[in-house]
C-alpha cells in the first residue's frame, strides 16, 4: 500500500471514531490485565459479563489474592479455559503483589514475565493503560493488515513489525483499536462487508463484495 493511501485509510478511520478504545470494561491497570488475559479465545462481551460483579470490588492484586482462587475460578467459569486463565491471573496477582508493590509495570520485559501474559497481552496493557504506540496483533488486525495490504505478514509477529513501519506516527498510537473494531465489525472472516466499508477503495482484497 502507498503511503499516501496509509495515511487516507487511518484519517477515514479516525474520522469515523475520533477516541478508539478496548471494549473491554476496566477501571485501573489491574483490571485492564486481568480483562486482557481472560479475553484470549472468548468474546469481550463475555469477558465484561463475568467481571462486572468482580470488579466492583477486585481493584488490586490484593483483593483478588483475598478473594482466593477457587471463588474467582468459580466468578470466571462462564468463560472459556477459565480454569488454566484463573491460574494465570492468580499466580500474575501474586507476582504483582510480591515483586512489583501491586503495581502493573509499564516494560515490556516486565509485564511478559508475568504468568499467562504474552507478547500480544503486553502490547494491549502497553498500549490502553499506558498510551504507548503499540500494536497487538491478534485474528482481526491479522486479518485486515493482510486483506487490506498495509502490512501483509505470515506470522503476527512479522505483522506487527510491518505495521509499526506502514502506520504513519500521527495514528500509531490508536491503530490498534481502529484496526481490531475494523476487523470485528467490517472486515469480517467469513464475510467481509465491504459495500459498507470506509477504506474499501484503498484495499487490496482481491474478492470485494461492493
Known amino acids: 500500500m502507498k503511503p499516501a493511501d496509509r495515511v487516507a485509510l487511518f484519517t477515514r478511520l479516525q474520522t469515523a471514531n475520533p477516541h478508539p478504545t478496548t471494549e473491554l470494561h476496566y477501571a485501573n491497570p489491574f483490571q485492564l490485565l486481568v480483562a486482557v488475559i481472560l479475553?484470549?479465545?472468548?468474546t469481550d462481551k463475555s469477558v465484561n459479563l463475568a467481571t462486572a460483579p468482580l470488579f466492583k470490588t477486585i481493584r488490586t492484586p490484593a483483593a483478588l489474592l483475598a478473594l482466593g482462587h477457587e471463588r474467582?475460578?468459580?466468578?470466571?467459569?462462564?468463560?472459556?479455559?477459565?480454569?488454566?486463565?484463573?491460574r494465570n491471573v492468580m499466580a500474575t496477582a501474586r507476582t504483582l503483589?510480591?515483586?512489583?508493590?501491586?503495581?502493573?509495570?509499564?516494560?515490556?520485559?516486565?509485564?511478559?514475565?508475568?504468568?499467562?501474559?504474552?507478547?500480544?497481552?503486553a502490547n494491549v496493557v502497553l498500549n490502553?493503560?499506558?498510551?504507548?504506540?503499540?500494536?497487538?496483533?491478534?485474528?482481526?488486525?491479522?486479518?485486515?493488515?493482510?486483506?487490506?495490504?498495509?502490512a501483509p505478514g505470515k506470522t503476527p509477529l512479522e505483522v506487527e513489525m510491518k505495521l509499526l513501519?506502514?502506520?504513519?506516527?500521527?495514528?500509531?498510537?490508536?491503530a490498534h483499536h481502529w484496526l481490531i473494531l475494523h476487523g470485528r465489525y467490517v472486515?469480517?472472516?467469513?464475510?467481509?462487508?465491504?459495500?459498507?466499508?470506509?477504506?474499501?477503495?484503498?484495499?487490496?482484497?482481491?474478492?470485494k463484495r461492493v
Not at 466468578?75 to 486463565?85: E, H, Q, S
Open 39 to 42: 479475553s484470549a479465545q472468548a
Open 72 to 86: 474467582f475460578e468459580k466468578a470466571i467459569r462462564t468463560i472459556g479455559l477459565y480454569r488454566t486463565k484463573a
Open 97 to 121: 503483589d510480591e515483586q512489583f508493590g501491586g503495581e502493573v509495570p509499564d516494560r515490556r520485559e516486565a509485564l511478559e514475565s508475568l504468568p499467562g501474559v504474552g507478547r500480544k497481552t
Open 128 to 150: 490502553t493503560a499506558f498510551g504507548q504506540p503499540t500494536i497487538a496483533v491478534d485474528t482481526h488486525i491479522f486479518r485486515v493488515a493482510n486483506r487490506t495490504g498495509l
Open 165 to 174: 513501519k506502514a502506520v504513519p506516527a500521527a495514528f500509531r498510537k490508536d
Open 187 to 207: 472486515c469480517k472472516a467469513r464475510q467481509p462487508d465491504c459495500a459498507h466499508c470506509i477504506i474499501v477503495d484503498l484495499c487490496a482484497y482481491g474478492a
